[in-house]
């Protein structure tokens, strides 16, 4: 009942954004992920990545066979867009063998097996979903949206000491490897995603059910909370705001070799094109769901989760996508959530509520502040930057903590008691 609920939710949620993208002209989720079972895909790493992310509930045999399929079809429409002089890409064998996947479910298993691979599936489909719901949402932001509050973000960023600048400088002196490394980490962050998923769901095939938390429940819910976020605090990014991507929209040529100017800041137009998709930064805020969940896994792994963050905080920053405020909002975002979903997963306690409560209010001041103090942050930077990396640490630290305690609990909940041997009886 719990899945199908949340199906019909999600179902109307995905609804409702086609309708608004067919108001402005565009093709929206629904339309869109239909046209890429014949039409080349947007990223057929997506869809191979998903169809990794169901394969979790498959035998090692299904698994092969699922590749193997995948694969024949992929050649066979390569070579049909070879003959037709069409646009190649990869994906849509992905694709079809996870739709195929879904009616076997339906029409050929029964029970728990069927429950099971109709989990597989949805996992997938979520994740190609929440590409698609993606694009639209940035699209609805654009065109809602005509006022941005850069200015306001910048001004406050005076007391992180510019972060974006500075990075973008050191991004531009690495030259094209460096350009070329953080911009894959940056574009494939799915596929980070989906190691360290594939690693947390590698037994579900043999335990026959999923794990209560794991990464792609994160993912979901801060794609699904980020951009009603976008809608309430527009904000498009230093390369549009204040370099040669804004055009005439922006305030100056300035990102990333001037700092901006401290002045009274104001709410400025920007086109309908360029997405208000900045704060807080989901980017950060994914590869942080990363690094946590990277923890628990072997070496490689905790090494990779850590590289991905890194990596991507640097894309987000000397790309000029970014503010820091944006990156500190992120990084609070995604451990508020974080408690939250593992509060729901083990029952909620007062530590976890405690957090939650905390993180979300933390969050909430943040971006009031950006709005509201953004000139005597820039006034005060000795005083207001380490206030915002100490709000930050502390929710922080309150995660580390609070999940420490739960641990805790939990290995003394499952240590043997301890046999009690008799005692002789004293005799007076």
């Known amino acids: 009942?719990?899945?199908?609920?949340?199906?019909?939710?999600?179902?109307?949620?995905?609804?409702?954004?086609?309708?608004?993208?067919?108001?402005?002209?565009?093709?929206?989720?629904?339309?869109?992920?239909?046209?890429?079972?014949?039409?080349?895909?947007?990223?057929?790493?997506?869809?191979?990545?998903?169809?990794?992310?169901?394969?979790?509930?498959?035998?090692?045999?299904?698994?092969?066979?699922?590749?193997?399929?995948?694969?024949?079809?992929?050649?066979?429409?390569?070579?049909?867009?070879?003959?037709?002089?069409?646009?190649?890409?990869?994906?849509?064998?992905?694709?079809?063998?996870?739709?195929?996947?879904a009616v076997i479910a339906v029409t050929r298993r029964t029970g728990r097996d069927r429950i099971l691979l109709l989990k597989g599936v949805g996992l997938a489909l979520l994740l190609v979903a929440g590409r698609k719901t993606g694009y639209t949402w940035l699209l609805i932001t654009s065109k809602t949206r005509p006022a941005v509050l850069d200015q306001y973000v910048a001004t406050a960023d005076h007391a992180l000491g510019n972060p974006s600048w500075l990075v973008g400088r050191i991004v531009a002196v690495t030259g094209a490897v460096g350009h070329q490394v953080l911009n894959w980490v940056y574009v494939q962050l799915a596929v980070g995603a989906v190691v360290v998923a594939v690693y947390q769901l590698r037994n579900v095939a043999a335990e026959r059910r999923f794990p209560g938390h794991h990464l792609v429940s994160t993912f979901l819910v801060i794609g699904l909370l980020g951009p009603g976020i976008y809608m309430i605090y527009p904000v498009v990014g230093p390369i549009f705001a204040y370099g040669a991507d804004g055009g005439h929209w922006a305030v100056a040529n300035l990102w990333p070799n001037?700092?901006?100017?401290?002045?009274?800041?104001?709410?400025?137009?920007?086109?309908?094109?360029?997405?208000?998709?900045?704060?807080?930064?989901?980017?950060?805020?994914?590869?942080?769901?990363?690094?946590?969940?990277?923890?628990k896994g072997p070496r490689a792994l905790r090494f990779a989760g850590t590289f991905w963050l890194i990596a991507t905080l640097g894309a987000t920053l000397g790309f000029g996508y970014h503010y820091g405020a944006d990156i500190i909002a992120g990084v609070v975002f995604t451990v508020t959530i974080e408690t939250a979903l593992r509060s729901r997963d083990r029952g909620w306690d007062r530590p976890g509520i405690q957090l939650v409560v905390y993180g979300a209010t933390v969050f909430a001041a943040l971006l009031a502040s950006y709005r509201y103090l953004s000139t005597e942050m820039a006034a005060h930077p000795w005083v207001f930057g380490p206030l915002l990396i100490g709000a930050m640490t502390s929710v922080v630290y309150g995660y580390v903590r609070t999940t420490k305690l739960w641990e805790r609990k939990a290995a003394s909940v499952h240590l043997p008691e301890q046999r009690r041997e008799p005692q002789p009886e004293l005799v007076g």
């Not at 429409?77 to 994906?91: H, K, N, P, T």
């Not at 100017?261 to 704060?279: A, K, Q, Y």
Request: charged share 15%; hydrophobic share 55%; net charge neutral.
């Open 258 to 295: 001037t700092p901006p100017p401290v002045g009274t800041p104001l709410p400025m137009s920007f086109d309908e094109i360029t997405p208000r998709n900045c704060m807080p930064s989901l980017h950060t805020a994914w590869a942080t769901a990363i690094f946590i969940h990277s923890r």
């Open 1 to 101: 009942m719990l899945w199908g609920a949340v199906s019909v939710v999600g179902l109307g949620f995905l609804i409702a954004l086609e309708i608004a993208a067919r108001r402005y002209g565009e093709r929206g989720p629904i339309s869109d992920q239909a046209r890429e079972v014949i039409f080349a895909p947007k990223s057929g790493t997506v869809l191979y990545v998903s169809m990794m992310l169901m394969m979790v509930v498959l035998t090692w045999r299904q698994r092969l066979i699922a590749v193997g399929a995948a694969i024949g079809i992929d050649v066979v429409f390569w070579l049909v867009r070879w003959a037709l002089d069409a646009e190649m890409m990869y994906g849509n064998g992905a694709l079809w063998v996870t739709l195929a996947c």
